[in-house]
T-cell receptor, first 117, second 113 residues
């Protein structure tokens, strides 16, 4: 149980284009999903918290107009990198919070590697 | 404020030897603590979590961790390392019911045959 998927797993795009990444909780409902960014050999940096049916909460320094987040259902959140540039190349990981049980645990997707040429 | 410190960005052990990955936390309230493992080009997999129940927590793949409040530590151990344990390990802390999960900088475990 508690499986989170991401699609695509790898994407290469030209500078200036937009890329959409999907995050799905496959076997549980996730009222809250999270988007992280990870640079090579570094830890995860939280970009934003996504709540179903409401606007995402962005961390300081993250451009909300560049990283558009939509959480339209209890099992799907999307991250759209708009007008991507080479500096946006990174590993993007989503997680979904399982709010049942004694502890709120985040389950992570397999990640999406974005390369912007 | 909450934070996590992982001592040692890189740990090497011989196959069959004890694995010890260190994690110290800072939290103004009783914490929830987690260990995650990340294999190359993959997301994070939950190894184990501490949620204010038993202080010795057993996880998957033979790993366990002990919550020591007096030392503000949550070190990860495994009695005998396997080659398949080679990966990046992250310690994380959160408050009960809180959304945010604060990660340490990670420890890369290398297993030498």
């Amino acid at each position: 149980g508690a499986v989170v998927s991401q699609h695509p797993s790898w994407v290469i795009c030209k500078s200036g284009t937009s890329v959409k990444i999907e995050c799905r909780s496959l076997d549980f409902q996730a009222t809250t999903m999270f988007w992280y960014r990870q640079f090579p050999k570094q830890s995860l940096m939280l970009m934003a918290t996504s709540n179903e049916g409401s606007k995402a909460t962005y961390e300081q320094g993250v451009e909300k107009d560049k990283f558009l987040i939509n959480h339209a259902s209890l099992t799907l959140s999307t991250l759209t990198v708009t007008s991507a540039h080479p500096e946006d190349s990174s590993f993007y990981i989503c997680s979904a919070r399982d709010a049942t049980g004694l502890a709120s645990t985040q389950y992570f997707g397999p990640g999406t590697r974005l390369t912007v040429l | 404020a909450q934070s996590v410190t992982q001592l040692g960005s890189h740990v090497s052990v011989s196959e069959g030897a004890l694995v010890l990955l260190r994690c110290n936390y800072s939290s103004s309230v009783p914490p929830y603590l987690f260990w995650y493992v990340q294999y190359p080009n993959q997301g994070l997999q939950l190894l184990l979590k501490y949620t204010s129940a038993a202080t010795l927590v057993k996880g998957i793949n033979g790993f366990e961790a002990e919550f020591k409040k007096s030392e503000t530590s949550f070190h990860l151990t495994k009695p005998s390392a396997h080659m398949s344990d080679a990966a990046e390990y992250f310690c994380a802390v959160s408050e009960a019911g809180a959304n945010n999960l604060f990660f340490g900088t990670g420890t890369r475990l290398t297993v030498i045959p």
